[in-house]
């Protein structure tokens, strides 16, 4: 009775809370009918090596078409998506069609074809216990090239030991690259990286171009490139937004980069008609 009682008051006093609640349950019934409909779908975005200007791969970018509400962000759904579990599916979903786009790409452009296809995993994706045999099926059923492959993971991922971060050591003994995404976000220091079983790590945003990109950003940026390379780990400065960024980038020695200033989320068909454009022609930068 007591329960019951506080089920009223919340009900009573915090009638906005309660319509929170309504719309994310709303959302959640959504998402999970959304993947039967089939309306999700990728847009890529191109990373660029910063001294020639030339594409060295694109990142696959999840997208979802609400019948009534249109485009909602993967800010909004990813989090949704993560807590119910949904994730999982939505992620396999995610690899089974970047990876069938990275092998189509390679028969019809091979070696003009995006080097890397970079691919968003979750840390409760990775978790999986099937995760690592289930990119190996992906990878062997759509035919494409492992080392034409980067996932992206976050630091959560990484931080403790567990599933997820087997699993990235599995992955990349079976040849596949590992991003450390949105670095300097969260709870990451330098001494986790020291320890880090990553490929690549991925310099945030908001020290590039964001809120934080003021003079400790900037000091914070041209620092990270030493230490990248000194671990022998690839660097791509994410959110570039302006020329005078991209510029201050190669100065401080970053090859590689990401952003606004090269190139939006875009279609495949975009990506495709980039490529047909500079087939056979040297790009000058
Ligand atoms: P992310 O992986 O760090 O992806 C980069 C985000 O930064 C993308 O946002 C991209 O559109 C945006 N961005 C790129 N360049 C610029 C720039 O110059 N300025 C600004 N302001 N933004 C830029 P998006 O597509 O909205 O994705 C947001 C996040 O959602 C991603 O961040 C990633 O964490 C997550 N996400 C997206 N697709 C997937 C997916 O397939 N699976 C999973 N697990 N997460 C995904
Ligand atoms: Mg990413
Ligand atoms: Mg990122
Ligand atoms: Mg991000």
Redesign the pocket.
Same mark, same amino acid.
């Given at each position: 009775a007591a329960k019951g009682l506080g089920g009223d008051r919340w009900h009573w006093f915090d009638p906005a809370m309660d319509e929170m609640a309504r719309e994310t349950a709303r959302l959640n019934a959504d998402l999970r009918r959304a993947l039967a409909d089939d309306e999700f779908f990728l =847009?890529y $975005?191109p990373i660029v090596d910063l001294p020639s200007h030339r594409p060295a791969g694109v990142? @696959? =970018? =999840?997208r979802w078409r609400h019948p009534e509400r249109g485009l909602v @962000?993967?800010?909004v759904f #990813?989090p949704l998506a993560e807590r119910s579990g949904l #994730?999982v599916e939505l !992620?396999r979903w *995610?690899l089974e069609n970047a990876c069938r786009q990275a092998a189509e790409w390679q028969t019809r452009y091979g070696g003009n074809a995006p080097a890397k296809v970079s #691919?968003? *995993?979750?840390a409760r $994706?990775l978790a999986e216990p099937d995760f690592v045999e289930t990119v190996d099926e992906i990878i062997s059923r759509t035919g494409v090239d492992r080392s034409r492959l980067m996932l /992206?993971v976050t630091e959560t991922a990484v931080l403790a030991p567990g599933p997820g971060l087997e699993a990235i050591h599995r992955l990349r003994a079976n040849g596949l690259r590992v991003a450390l &995404? &949105?670095f300097g976000t969260g709870q990451s220091s330098l001494s986790l990286l020291l320890n880090c079983p990553v490929d690549v790590l991925?310099v945030d %945003?908001s020290f590039v171009?964001g809120n934080a990109a003021d003079h400790a950003g900037a000091v914070i940026v041209e620092n990270l490139i030493g230490f990248t390379n000194g671990l022998h780990i690839e660097a791509i400065a /994410? !959110? *570039? /937004?302006t020329r005078e960024q991209a510029g201050r980038l190669f100065q401080a020695g970053y090859r590689l980069a $990401? !952003?606004?200033?090269f190139g %939006?989320?875009m279609s495949a068909e975009d990506i495709e008609a980039q490529l047909d454009a500079t087939a056979g022609t040297i790009v000058m930068s």
């Open positions: =847009l $975005q990142e @696959a =970018l =999840l @962000a993967p800010d #990813i #994730i !992620g *995610v #691919i968003n *995993v979750s $994706q /992206e &995404d &949105d991925k %945003r171009s /994410e !959110g *570039v /937004e $990401q !952003g606004y200033l %939006r989320p």
